[in-house]
């Protein structure tokens, strides 16, 4: 079991950046793909971004490719993601999110097995 804690979230004019963090619990931080996704009011769950257990393997969504950075440290069991030039359709809720292996697969942009229970960035123009 993996428990998941997201912080980082406020209100933030556009263009301004934000970084979101995850700390997460247990000994076995590094078998773990992580992941972020993002859910804006009246739409779908959005892959946002992924990172392998290792760090060595990262995806991400096309809408947020060149603007987020997911980068994890294994030693402090955490995740993070940095958000650039921030608009109003990056306002959502934000989560964080856990697979159960530690290599970065297609499939996680569908979805993880642990999730936190989200962080809200609100964007105003």
């Known amino acids: 079991q993996v428990q998941l804690v997201e912080s980082g979230g406020g209100l933030v004019q556009a263009g301004a950046s934000l970084r979101l963090s995850c700390a997460a619990s247990?000994?076995?931080?590094?078998?773990?793909?992580m992941g972020w996704f993002r859910q804006a009011p009246g739409k779908e769950r959005e892959f946002v971004a992924a990172?392998?257990?290792?760090?060595?393997?990262?995806d991400y969504g096309d809408s947020v490719r060149g603007r987020f950075t997911i980068s994890r440290d294994n030693a402090k069991n955490t995740v993070d993601l940095e958000i650039l030039s921030l608009k109003s359709d990056d306002t959502a809720l934000y989560y964080c999110?856990?697979?159960?292996?530690?290599?970065?697969?297609?499939?996680?942009?569908?979805?993880?097995?642990?999730w936190g229970k989200g962080t809200l960035v609100t964007v105003s123009s």
């Open positions: 999110a856990a697979a159960t292996t530690s290599i970065l697969l297609p499939i996680h942009r569908r979805g993880m097995t642990y």
């Open positions: 247990g000994r076995t931080f590094s078998r773990n793909t």
């Open positions: 990172i392998s257990g290792s760090g060595g393997s990262t």
